[in-house]
């Protein structure tokens, strides 16, 4: 069976190669989670040898936590783009707050001539980014990080840089200052729920609830707005937001069929498999099997029977999946 864009095995994988991290975020555990639990991740070899494993995607992202963190990052990088030599784009995202560090270590990835993109998660304007993100100055430290990488990206052709803004129930509403205080237009994401084993940690209530949706709504319509509506660049971004505006006025209703385990894998700083961030239905480790058995595992079956009936975690529309769901579901999509 051919699943995406014509290819047997997943073209976009979701490797998260740490879950330290220096921010404190209202919205995500993760940072508690590295604190709560006295584990080892993957060392540089081990990476390595997953990523010699996998087939070869179209891109593949390092996340985290906060990625930068890792001494190793350079190497990991350069290991991708040995195992790959057709990757389409290498993807990081980083919280800003390193910033000599993050300018330094792209600017030396940048020697390799491959596309890399990186991205900065700033989620509100000034102290409001501040207090979401737990970390007093960080907004300064991150818009900082921004405008460096900024700069990178005019003088080289294979990088480009932007923000990351996740919507939650602390800045609904928000966006729109964000945009107009900054001339930054960002791409997005809403917060949700994770599945125990991401997100345990959290305790406060970070989910858009229903009195905010025309908050939100009201954003994504003034974040259309932005979008020149000629610019075949922003055609995936425009859809996203309408479904995403879609997923909001009916949230207990998948809007597009999930392309996880399809066209994606996620993969945990441990060598675990997943069919994506928010479920936590293991696959099997990576360290110990190759990939040939797991992707056509009883497992990653049953998973995709599950996603295949909207049964798998909940239903949503996760940014970390929204570009290949929705290459995927063309059909749909136009409808």
Request: proline letters at 4%.
């Amino acid at each position: 069976m051919m699943w995406g864009l014509g290819y047997s095995y997943p073209y976009y994988v979701n490797f998260n190669i740490t879950n330290q991290c220096n921010s404190k975020c209202l919205s995500c555990g993760i940072w508690k989670f590295h604190l709560q639990h006295d584990r080892e991740e993957l060392s540089y070899v081990q990476v390595q040898n997953i990523l010699m494993k996998l087939p070869e995607p179209l891109w593949l992202t390092l996340g985290g936590g906060e990625v930068y963190l890792r001494e190793d990052l350079i190497e990991i990088a350069e290991s991708a783009w040995n195992c790959y030599p057709h990757l389409y784009g290498l993807g990081i995202s980083t919280n800003g707050l390193l910033t000599d560090r993050i300018v330094n270590v792209t600017k030396d990835m940048l020697k390799r001539k491959r596309n890399l993109r990186v991205s900065v998660s700033i989620d509100g304007y000034d102290k409001l980014n501040d207090e979401i993100r737990g970390v007093s100055g960080s907004y300064t430290k991150s818009l900082n990080a921004y405008y460096q990488l900024k700069q990178l990206e005019k003088d080289h052709k294979y990088f480009s840089t932007g923000v990351n803004y996740t919507i939650s129930s602390f800045n609904a509403g928000k966006l729109q200052s964000f945009i107009e205080e900054t001339g930054i237009v960002p791409d997005i994401s809403l917060t949700h729920k994770g599945d125990p084993a991401f997100n345990n940690s959290v305790e406060v209530d970070y989910l858009v609830d229903n009195s905010q949706n025309e908050l939100v709504l009201d954003d994504l319509n003034y974040l259309l707005s932005q979008y020149e509506i000629t610019d075949p660049r922003t055609v995936i971004k425009r859809i996203f937001i309408k479904k995403m505006k879609q997923h909001l006025k009916n949230p207990s209703k998948m809007v597009l069929p999930c392309s996880a385990l399809c066209a994606s894998i996620f993969i945990d700083p441990f060598g675990i498999a997943f069919p994506c961030t928010i479920w936590s239905q293991p696959l099997g480790s990576l360290l110990d099997y190759n990939f040939e058995e797991l992707w056509k595992s009883d497992q990653a079956k049953y998973a995709r029977e599950l996603i295949k009936k909207e049964k798998c975690s909940l239903p949503c529309f996760s940014g970390c999946e929204s570009t290949h769901t929705i290459l995927q579901a063309m059909p749909w999509v136009l409808r």
